[in-house]
């Protein structure tokens, strides 16, 4: 009930469509159950009198009826699918919206694949459960009450004796039915599954190929897939099993109505129009059960996609506005302190992954964060834009506490180059300015030529305007971070945040980015999460973490003379002896 009451939500803003389906519905039923009286009238008023007229009139009457229906099934069509677009697009754009808002957090429990079916496997089963309930599904269960009722009408003891056969078909549809949502969830589940290798696989076909692992990969994709078919075959079992057996108690109802009917005829109780008519509404009665039956997958497949969509539309960001939340005011500097802060993925029983951090960063101040894989420098530098809280502790931005104003105005105020270098299809033009679509052409130009990308673009065939393939396909890993890093700087943030952005840039291109960002950020706060210790030499403090803890914290001089675990790193990259800088 909770699903459907979610179905109903989302069907309201198209109520009059819908209601206008169930009108042009009720007119249709109500069509279909005259036909049958039409055929008892013409065969007792007319074909047994001999009276030409009867049968004339009726049929014509009959024939007008068809034709209206037709027109009336059309209009019920219409309507049905209008609500059923209208609620799939409605849903997308609530899944959408809502993984927007997702935060880290909830994404890294999250796979892309999964993301992907609810968006359009799932959706697409709730439009046909939406399209197929106001029309079939609707009509169905009113041609049962409606020819069940002409039943009793024409002849009560006839009614009594099928009776028990349609409850029993009830029962047995109920069950079928009751057994098949969740299969068929478990068949949704599965093709989670073959989404998620097939995402992997595409997104990673070159590493496959580079490694020659297409046989592994395929091996892997054939048992997601063998999966996914062994469920399917035994949704497919059932519904095979659920026809014949229903058709099998349609045939047993008929001979049970021709046998009775028969004998009643005989004796003068029963004319046989009266049969014809009776025969006519107990297939009504019985054909929208089977019709139902057939349409169960449809609606099992529907309610366990509106189920698996529930997961994403209840979900609650782990990262949002507090109530008291204030928007960041404009002229605030860009100072952020780490006091005492801790933190951990997954709440209290995982693993702590930064201890007791305490670092501050001033505006015209660039913060290098050195250390190990693992050592948990990128945690460390997301936890600023607050794409995670912190555990305990307090992070500080713009002189307030982070949890206390609203995301959009920090992150707003805030320039992130993530480790990926992330592009999407479109321009040069378009890319750069990802963050600023107003930005001028002056404004974009001079981005790029600070992340030392405007010569290369101005070789491309079509400059600035040189298209992008999906996901940066048409460009190298290091002209990729640099048109990531010109997006970054055309935002003009208070706080800039390279996220080791520049490791596919050859030495002599990261010192020239390196000049260019010292040149334009002496209002700006920089943080520079680095591998290569050559990017953090200038940098005004050099945090070493290790293990999540801040080990050493200086100024390359410092350091050198201070901590060891500096001096190894510089050694083991730079060359031990090497005249300190």
């Known amino acids: 009930m909770r699903d459907l009451r979610r179905l109903i939500g989302f069907v309201k803003p198209y109520w009059r469509l819908a209601v206008m389906a169930l009108v042009m519905l009720s007119a249709l039923v109500a069509m279909d159950l005259a036909i049958p009286r039409l055929v008892q009238h013409i065969i007792d008023q007319g074909i047994a009198k001999n009276d030409r007229?009867?049968?004339?009139?009726?049929?014509?009457?009959?024939?007008?009826?068809?034709?209206?229906?037709?027109?009336?099934?059309?209009?019920?069509?219409?309507?049905?699918?209008?609500?059923?677009?209208?609620?799939?697009?409605?849903?997308?754009?609530?899944?959408?919206?809502?993984?927007?808002?997702?935060?880290?957090?909830?994404?890294?429990?999250?796979?892309?694949?999964?993301?992907?079916?609810?968006?359009?496997?799932?959706?697409?089963?709730?439009?046909?459960?939406?399209?197929?309930?106001?029309?079939?599904?609707?009509?169905?269960?009113?041609l049962m009450l409606g020819s069940l009722f002409l039943m009793f009408t024409t002849s009560r003891r006839l009614a009594m004796t099928v009776l028990p056969l349609l409850v029993v078909t009830t029962a047995l549809i109920a069950f079928f039915v009751i057994r098949m949502e969740p299969l068929f969830r478990l068949v949704q589940q599965r093709l989670d599954v073959v989404n998620n290798v097939l995402q992997e696989n595409i997104a990673g076909a070159r590493l496959v190929k580079a490694l020659v692992r297409a046989e592994h990969e395929g091996k892997r994709f054939?048992?997601?897939?063998?999966?996914?078919?062994v469920r399917s075959i035994a949704v497919m079992r059932l519904m095979a099993t659920m026809s014949p057996v229903l058709t099998m108690c349609i045939n047993i109802g008929v001979v049970i109505v021709i046998w009775l009917g028969g004998l009643q005829s005989i004796q003068g109780n029963l004319s046989l129009g009266q049969i014809v008519a009776f025969t006519n509404y107990l297939l009504t009665t019985m054909t929208p059960l089977v019709m139902m039956t057939m349409l169960s997958n449809t609606w099992a497949a529907g309610l366990a996609s509106l189920r698996r969509m529930e997961d994403i539309l209840e979900s609650v960001p782990d990262v949002g506005d507090a109530p008291h939340a204030e928007a960041l005011g404009e002229g605030a500097p860009g100072n952020v302190a780490f006091d005492d802060v801790s933190f951990r993925y997954g709440g209290e029983k995982s693993d702590v992954v930064l201890r007791?951090?305490?670092?501050?960063?001033?505006?015209?101040?660039?913060?290098?964060?050195?250390?190990?894989?693992?050592?948990?420098?990128?945690?460390?530098?997301?936890?600023?834009?607050?794409?995670?809280?912190?555990?305990?502790?307090?992070?500080?931005?713009?002189?307030?506490?982070?949890?206390?104003?609203?995301?959009?105005?920090?992150?707003?105020?805030?320039?992130?180059?993530?480790?990926?270098?992330?592009?999407?299809?479109?321009?040069?033009?378009?890319?750069?300015?990802?963050?600023?679509?107003?930005?001028?052409?002056?404004?974009?130009v001079r981005a790029a030529k600070a992340a030392q990308a405007h010569e290369f673009i101005e070789k491309l065939p079509g400059g600035y305007d040189s298209r992008v393939e999906q996901r940066g396909g048409n460009f190298s890993g290091g002209q990729k971070q640099r048109l990531c890093?010109?997006?970054?700087?055309?935002?003009?943030?208070?706080?800039?945040?390279?996220?080791?952005?520049?490791?596919?840039?050859?030495?002599?291109?990261?010192?020239?980015?390196?000049?260019a960002l010292a040149e334009t950020s002496k209002e700006r706060t920089t943080f520079v999460v680095a591998q290569r210790i050559s990017t953090v030499l200038e940098a005004d403090t050099i945090v070493v973490l290790d293990k999540g803890r801040i080990v050493a914290s200086g100024t390359h001089r410092e350091l050198m003379e201070s901590s060891p675990d500096y001096r190894e790193i510089y050694d083991s990259q730079l060359g031990a002896g090497l005249a300190e800088t």
């Open 53 to 142: 007229s009867v049968v004339v009139q009726t049929a014509l009457a009959m024939l007008g009826i068809s034709a209206v229906s037709t027109f009336v099934a059309i209009a019920n069509n219409v309507f049905s699918v209008r609500v059923g677009e209208g609620v799939a697009r409605d849903l997308r754009e609530a899944l959408f919206l809502r993984i927007q808002h997702y935060s880290f957090g909830n994404l890294d429990r999250q796979k892309t694949g999964q993301l992907l079916v609810r968006l359009t496997s799932d959706v697409s089963a709730v439009k046909a459960l939406t399209q197929v309930s106001l029309r079939i599904g609707t009509r169905a269960p009113l």
């Open 356 to 444: 007791n951090i305490t670092l501050a960063g001033a505006p015209g101040k660039t913060i290098a964060i050195l250390g190990s894989t693992g050592a948990g420098k990128s945690t460390l530098v997301s936890l600023i834009p607050r794409f995670y809280d912190v555990t305990s502790g307090a992070l500080r931005a713009f002189g307030r506490d982070v949890r206390d104003v609203t995301q959009d105005s920090l992150v707003g105020r805030i320039g992130f180059v993530p480790q990926e270098s992330v592009l999407f299809s479109g321009t040069v033009r378009d890319n750069i300015r990802y963050g600023r679509p107003s930005a001028s052409e002056e404004d974009v």
């Open 485 to 515: 890093i010109a997006r970054a700087l055309l935002v003009d943030p208070k706080v800039l945040i390279l996220d080791d952005s520049t490791s596919a840039v050859d030495v002599e291109t990261e010192t020239k980015i390196q000049r």
């Open 222 to 229: 054939l048992v997601a897939n063998e999966d996914m078919t």
